[in-house]
């Protein structure tokens, strides 16, 4: 165990090891959830000004994901995704602290449940003994389940067991067809067609053809639905009338799409939910959809078309998915029941598994990690992405300063973090400290990784590959560093590498609740508390944390982003201005 770090908990003992925690009490009513915002809003009060003097330029960076979505020389994309990564690592605002992998632990007579490097789980050919029934913990309330508007693995998770696209994948993570029975692609790579199986259905018994593939892709990238990942139908052609060029067969039999450029991708895009289709009829039943897209699956007993359907909802308590005996699979399903458990906290979480009140559960209080690394159901898989901190850029932390001084600052913030004791200590399960936001062994679609020094590309801290050295020996490097930077931007510091009491600095820092994020927060609070810097943390449920992170309503954030495909550009796309994901604000 690293010792660095306790030392700097000795030397701040009061406000390192004690803490200002706002935790909003997990209560199963609506009420509750709304004062948590409200209590979230009002502590922030006129902090929450923005100071968009401060904030970079971004249109430079919009225009070049725009020209990496177009470019078919594999060379120079590779180094135009290079380019785009420097210029968000230049920002400060993204801070990667540590590479994703994924833990979860099942019961022994558990078989057949996989996940993949997206962190999506399947559990329609899973089978538990002689029991037809599921009991499960994913997290805590879901906070969307149309699959057009879900940006969260816990709700993919859900859409994956609830919904079906044309494509999907299998046990070795390889993409395979689902509601498609074949495709064709044009010489050019620029037309894809799709046939779809025979006599697909919706959970209700009603036909499910392609026309129900246009309707839900048109929607999904339609600028008044407001999809996060609206962005990702940016590579499909458009119609004059800016609708997305697909088109359905008038029997309904084939589903065409017309790409701006080729895409090596384009199969991973129909296998995430966003892709997925949803029921025009259950979507306009809804009162009020045009205002609230969501509305309809926002209780239980909305149709779908995957292995099981929702038909039981307590909010904030459990969920109920029973088999969908209108899914295209259904006589390979044997389990009949999921029993979701909704919960954040992984002490009761882990509880509940332990006095067999759950079989599957995709968390452990931090505490008891160490202890079950040799257990044969606890599971560590791998996992493409990156845990990360993330600055608003738009702060009124960074009031009056340029947008390179605060970029500076928040560069500074950034190296006075001990990578190294965040994932040996608090991760405990093998994670690699992060020095890029691309995380390792993401390919870079011209035969290699990304995350490499080549005769074409040389990361600026060459020998640790990256943008920094994470590592414990570089440590004291980087907290001279810091102080520089700080310095360099007027701030004064004194004898003993404190901040002046003339120019102190106070930031807040948001996250959800659970063990782990809450022991990150707090071996970063320590870390900022070793130069002055007063941090305060604030905890809130899931779907509270999640819609106040996007408005932009903090300073500092816990973050993270399991990729959608292996491609760098999915890293890279969702820091573009009209992103929905965009939650440091960049250009706003």
Same mark, same amino acid.
């Given at each position: 165990m690293k010792t660095r770090k306790l030392m700097a908990l000795g030397l701040a003992a009061v406000t390192a090891l004690s803490p200002v925690?706002?935790?909003?009490?997990?209560?199963?009513?609506?009420?509750?959830?709304?004062? %948590?915002?409200?209590?979230?809003?009002?502590?922030?009060?006129?902090?929450?000004?923005?100071?968009?003097?401060?904030?970079?330029?971004? @249109?430079?960076?919009?225009?070049?994901?725009? @020209?990496?979505?177009?470019?078919?020389?594999?060379?120079?994309?590779?180094?135009?995704?290079?380019?785009?990564?420097?210029?968000?690592?230049?920002?400060?605002?993204?801070?990667?602290?540590?590479?994703?992998?994924?833990?979860?632990? @099942?019961?022994?007579?558990?078989?057949?449940?996989?996940?993949?490097?997206? =962190?999506?789980?399947?559990?329609?050919?899973?089978?538990?003994?002689?029991?037809?029934?599921?009991?499960?913990?994913?997290?805590?309330?879901?906070?969307?389940?149309?699959? %057009?508007?879900?940006?969260?693995?816990?709700?993919?998770?859900?859409?994956?067991?609830?919904?079906?696209?044309?494509?999907?994948?299998?046990?070795?993570?390889?993409?395979?067809?689902?509601?498609?029975?074949?495709?064709?692609?044009?010489?050019? =790579?620029?037309?894809?067609?799709?046939?779809?199986?025979?006599?697909?259905?919706?959970?209700?018994?009603? #036909?499910?053809?392609?026309?129900?593939?246009?309707?839900?892709?048109?929607?999904?990238?339609?600028?008044?639905t407001a999809a996060d990942y609206s962005y990702m139908f940016s590579g499909i052609a458009v119609n004059e009338d800016g609708s997305l060029a697909v088109e359905a067969s008038e029997d309904g039999k084939t589903f065409t799409i017309n790409l701006v450029a080729p895409c090596v991708y384009f199969l991973d895009l129909c296998a995430f939910p966003a892709f997925y289709p949803v029921p025009q009829a259950s979507v306009e039943a809804a009162e009020g959809w045009e205002e609230n897209p969501g509305l309809w699956a926002q209780e239980a007993g909305f149709v779908s078309n995957g292995a099981y359907n929702l038909v039981e909802w307590k909010h904030n308590e459990s969920m109920v998915y029973e088999k969908n005996p209108n899914w295209y699979r259904a006589d390979e399903v044997k389990i009949e029941r999921l029993e979701f458990m909704l919960s954040d906290d992984d002490t009761a979480i882990f509880a509940a598994y332990n006095a067999g009140d759950l079989d599957f559960i995709d968390t452990v209080p931090t505490d008891e990690v160490a202890n079950l690394l040799d257990n044969p159901e606890f599971y560590v898989v791998g996992q493409l992405g990156t845990y990360y901190m993330c600055f608003n850029v738009n702060s009124e932390l960074f009031a009056g300063k340029t947008p390179e001084e605060a970029n500076k600052m928040r560069k500074a913030f950034s190296l006075l973090i001990d990578r190294d004791y965040i994932a040996e200590n608090i991760g405990q399960t093998g994670q690699v400290p992060a020095n890029t936001f691309i995380p390792a062994g993401m390919l870079d679609g011209n035969g290699g990784e990304f995350r490499a020094n080549d005769e074409d590309y040389t990361y600026p801290c060459a020998d640790a590959v990256g943008y920094y050295d994470p590592s414990y020996?570089?440590?004291?490097?980087?907290?001279?560093?810091?102080?520089?930077?700080?310095?360099?931007? =007027?701030?004064?510091?004194?004898?003993?590498?404190?901040?002046?009491?003339?120019?102190?600095?106070?930031?807040?820092?948001?996250?959800?609740?659970?063990?782990?994020?809450?022991?990150?927060?707090?071996?970063? @609070? %320590?870390?900022?508390?070793?130069? =002055?810097?007063?941090?305060?943390?604030?905890?809130?449920?899931?779907?509270?944390?999640?819609?106040?992170?996007?408005?932009?309503?903090?300073?500092?954030?816990?973050?993270?982003?399991?990729?959608?495909?292996?491609? #760098?550009?999915?890293?890279?796309?969702?820091?573009?201005?009209?992103?929905?994901?965009?939650?440091?604000q960049l250009g706003r």
């Open positions: 925690v706002s935790v909003y009490a997990e209560e199963s009513t609506e009420a509750a959830t709304e004062a %948590a915002a409200e209590s979230v809003s009002e502590v922030k009060g006129e902090e929450a000004k923005r100071s968009s003097d401060a904030a970079p330029e971004w @249109q430079a960076y919009n225009d070049l994901i725009a @020209q990496i979505k177009v470019e078919t020389d594999t060379v120079k994309r590779e180094a135009m995704m290079h380019e785009a990564e420097d210029m968000l690592m230049e920002t400060g605002a993204i801070v990667p602290l540590y590479y994703y992998n994924d833990i979860y632990m @099942q019961k022994e007579a558990v078989t057949g449940i996989y996940s993949n490097n997206y =962190g999506f789980k399947y559990f329609m050919f899973a089978e538990n003994g002689d029991s037809t029934t599921l009991r499960l913990n994913l997290a805590s309330e879901p906070d969307k389940l149309d699959p %057009a508007l879900n940006s969260t693995v816990d709700g993919a998770c859900l859409a994956v067991s609830s919904f079906t696209g044309l494509c999907s994948y299998n046990e070795a993570g390889e993409i395979e067809l689902a509601l498609a029975d074949s495709y064709e692609v044009s010489e050019d =790579g620029l037309t894809y067609t799709f046939t779809l199986k025979d006599g697909l259905m919706w959970s209700d018994g009603s #036909p499910l053809t392609a026309k129900d593939f246009e309707y839900s892709w048109k929607r999904a990238a339609d600028p008044m020996e570089a440590y004291e490097d980087n907290l001279a560093e810091a102080i520089s930077l700080l310095e360099e931007v =007027g701030y004064v510091f004194n004898e003993d590498g404190t901040l002046s009491d003339e120019n102190p600095i106070s930031v807040t820092y948001i996250t959800n609740e659970g063990s782990g994020n809450v022991a990150v927060a707090e071996a970063i @609070q %320590a870390d900022m508390s070793v130069i =002055g810097i007063d941090l305060t943390i604030e905890t809130a449920e899931w779907s509270v944390f999640l819609n106040e992170r996007k408005a932009g309503n903090f300073d500092l954030a816990r973050n993270g982003w399991v990729a959608d495909f292996n491609d #760098p550009i999915n890293m890279l796309e969702m820091w573009t201005t009209d992103s929905g994901n965009n939650d440091v």
